[in-house]
């Protein structure tokens, strides 16, 4: 788990920090991109070089029609004649997708039919015995693997490991309608699943209730066992209900509040609680959000211009830190419906516990975190074929929002890593285009002893980057419609 460092934004809705968050997050994604891409290649080009093939080119990103620089260019090979010579062409393109190696005598992405025309060459992908050709496909995604591997190890040996145990969170959680139906109760702390003791808090937790057969919480002092719904519980619909299934009670305290802001003006400052809405009562940051949610609903159905202005009016019991009595206040919400504060974080109010690795601890540690990591996300993979599913595939937005708003080394190599893995598994998927697809059919001819045809493959190729095509086309649609629309 990351330490909190606190609201570092300080107005997240003023024009000038939105931009600056905008291009801090594109180059944590570009920066990642470009590292993860090119030693992805870096995988096939070593095994490809190990084995005496030719490597015709070199690219990070795809250079359709033009690139953005090469070996070979002009200039380049005026000022590095002997670089630009070498048999490997090496450049970057325009088109951020991926980035590629073009291997000699071998149907890829570049779709060179005419040097297969040609008679085999012994410098040629082609020619090479399967294993050696399975090595030179496998190559990336063993590659990324291992990266992943080799960061979550760096991690945890610069700067540790913070964890929230579940005995800490003195206050509990609260649940929603679907739990509650299930047996649950506000106030109740998970801490064992099907006999598996849950120690600590993070995204995990999810999983393993939806999963499991019985959960055991801790209730009132005593530990109560409740029996799962047979087949367990949906993931995705755990994580998109609003409240979720879950939620760790935070008290309502402020953590700040923003210059110039509705609540600003009503006299709120840091430090103050919100220990009522509309009268309801709100203990929790959740019971807040959902008494907000719900008006804010109401707002994006459709009211009368009467009923929006009424809708934003808001009458909050406040209670000011060091003082004897709360205030009640009432103050007018601005035209995005914001009220202008930033809530105190569960991390700020419950105590970590924190691990420091040495150099030979921190391998093996991080080899077991990656490959926890790796069974969680091919768990989960079998959602996307779902409709739920195929709606949260995400492009460049949904990705690049998964840095933080603010540079810090330790998320973007955390990020770096889990995007790491899920490159390895999308590539060894068996589908044509991708490095499984090709692994597939080596696989077939190694048990066949028969090669595919070129034409055979030429088609795969084509239907395998028709489907990736219309994957992005997918990925780019739930952008639009979640960032834009």
Not at 17 to 25: A, C, E
Not at 344 to 359: A, E, P, R, V
């Amino acid at each position: 788990m990351l330490p909190y460092h606190g609201n570092l934004n300080p107005n997240p809705n003023h024009p000038f920090t939105i931009m600056s968050i905008f291009w801090i997050k594109t180059f944590q994604l570009l920066l990642c991109f470009a590292l993860l891409i090119v030693l992805h290649e870096c995988g096939h080009f070593f095994f490809a070089k190990l084995f005496g093939i030719r490597v015709e080119k070199f690219f990070m990103f795809f250079d359709y029609k033009f690139h953005l620089f090469s070996t070979r260019d002009k200039w380049f090979a005026r000022l590095f004649p002997r670089i630009a010579n070498n048999e490997t062409e090496y450049g970057v393109g325009w088109i951020p997708l991926g980035g590629y190696v073009k291997i000699a005598g071998m149907i890829d992405e570049s779709m060179d039919l005419e040097q297969m025309k040609q008679p085999v060459q012994p410098w040629e992908f082609r020619a090479k015995p399967v294993w050696q050709r399975f090595l030179v496909m496998v190559g990336g995604v063993l590659v990324n693997f291992l990266l992943a591997l080799f960061i979550y190890a760096m991690i945890l040996f610069a700067w540790g490991e913070d964890t929230l145990p579940m005995r800490n969170i003195t206050n509990g959680f609260s649940y929603n309608e679907m739990a509650e139906s299930i047996g649950f109760r506000d106030g109740d702390v998970p801490v064992s699943a099907d006999g598996t003791p849950i120690d600590v808090w993070n995204g995990t937790v999810y999983r393993t209730i939806s999963q499991a057969a019985t959960v055991t919480v801790m209730r009132d002092g005593a530990e109560v066992t409740l029996h799962m719904p047979d087949g367990g519980i949906n993931l995705l619909e755990m994580l998109e209900q609003d409240p979720r299934f879950l939620t760790i009670n935070v008290p309502s305290v402020i953590d700040s509040v923003l210059p110039g802001s509705p609540a600003h003006q009503a006299g709120m400052r840091k430090g103050d609680r919100i220990t009522s809405v509309e009268g309801q009562p709100t203990p929790w940051w959740g019971d807040f959000d959902a008494i907000m949610g719900r008006k804010a609903d109401i707002l994006a159905a459709g009211c009368s211009h009467a009923d929006s202005v009424r809708l934003r009016t808001l009458t909050l019991t406040v209670a000011h830190d060091g003082a004897a009595a709360a205030d009640t206040l009432t103050l007018e919400l601005d035209a995005d419906y914001h009220l202008g504060i930033l809530k105190t974080h569960y991390l700020q109010c419950y105590d970590l516990s924190h691990k420091d690795y040495g150099f030979f601890e921190s391998i093996p540690a991080g080899v077991a975190y990656g490959w926890e990591t790796l069974k969680g996300y091919v768990s989960d993979l079998r959602y996307v074929f779902s409709k739920k599913g195929a709606q949260s595939v995400g492009s460049f937005g949904t990705i690049g929002n998964l840095f933080p708003a603010v540079w810090n080394w330790q998320s973007f190599w955390q990020i770096t890593a889990f995007i790491s893995i899920i490159l390895a598994v999308m590539n060894i998927l068996p589908i044509p285009g991708l490095d499984g697809g090709h692994i597939f059919f080596l696989l077939v001819e190694a048990v066949t002893r028969r090669q595919p045809s070129d034409k055979f493959m030429t088609w795969a190729q084509y239907v395998g980057m028709a489907f990736i095509l219309a994957l992005m086309a997918l990925a780019i649609f739930n952008d639009l419609v979640k960032f834009v629309f």
